[in-house]
């Protein structure tokens, strides 16, 4: 089946500092990828829809210029979170689009402390 | 607005009992319907999903899912579960450019 990975699994890092997510589509071309916050016992939260080669769809309350959203090859999406502060502490999550279906990543903690 | 309902917060089922995992949608004449299951530690992974057609849907783990119209369900369930079925389960819509509404989860635990 179709493999979506995400690295690091996990990342600690210091207030103040950016943190980049790599999500990748190990087994196929994924044009479309998205990117989803998950809060301890929460439902996903879509941050954004992105096509490759275009600027990443931000949903309504997600700061683009906080979380920098790059897909420059079709299996490759990058989230940077930057200037992270401890509310951004969470579980990021992708998800790569084949087909009618969505493949996830296995999520990435991200804590900040 | 879209919206995905998981009545249920939490489930216990003893092993060998059967499940049912509620779900309701509130939109769309011909809803793209799943069900995800996420395990500690492992990625969401789709279990089923209705787009047309029969409307009880047979999955992967011994799962099946039946979509009533009539009453905005899309329902999960396994006559028998065991203890690895232990996990959360998420009910999602698909709506236009493949994006997804989620449901809150269902967390099920299963009694030896």
């Known amino acids: 089946g179709a493999v979506v990975s995400q690295h690091p699994s996990w990342v600690i890092c210091k207030s103040g500092t950016s943190v980049k997510i790599e999500c990748r589509s190990l087994?196929?071309?994924?044009?479309?990828m998205f990117w989803y916050r998950q809060f301890p016992k929460q439902s996903l939260m879509l941050m954004a829809t992105s096509n490759e080669g275009s600027k990443a769809t931000y949903e309504q309350g997600v700061e683009k210029d906080k979380f920098l959203i790059n897909h420059a090859s079709l299996t490759l999406s990058t989230l940077t979170v930057t200037s992270a502060h401890p509310e951004d502490s969470s579980f990021y999550i992708c998800?790569?689009?084949?087909?009618?279906?969505?493949?996830f990543g296995p999520g990435t903690r991200l804590t900040v402390l | 607005a879209q919206s995905v309902t998981q009545p249920d917060i939490h489930i216990t089922v003893s092993e060998g009992a059967s499940l049912e995992l509620r779900c309701n949608y509130s939109?769309?004449?011909?809803?793209?319907l799943f069900w995800y299951v996420q395990s500690p530690g492992q990625g969401l992974q789709l279990l089923l999903k209705?787009?047309?057609?029969d409307t009880l849907v047979q999955g992967i783990k011994g799962f099946e899912a039946e979509f009533k119209r009539s009453q905005s369900s899309f329902n999960l369930r396994k006559p028998s579960v065991h203890w690895s079925d232990a996990a959360e389960y998420f009910c999602?819509?698909?709506?236009?450019?493949?994006?997804?509404?989620w449901g809150a989860g269902t967390k099920l635990i299963i009694k030896p």
């Open positions: 939109y769309g004449a011909t809803p793209y």
């Open positions: 998800s790569a689009s084949w087909g009618d279906e969505q493949f």
């Open positions: 999602a819509q698909g709506r236009s450019n493949y994006q997804l509404i």
């Open positions: 087994d196929f071309q994924a044009t479309t």
């Open positions: 209705y787009f047309s057609g």
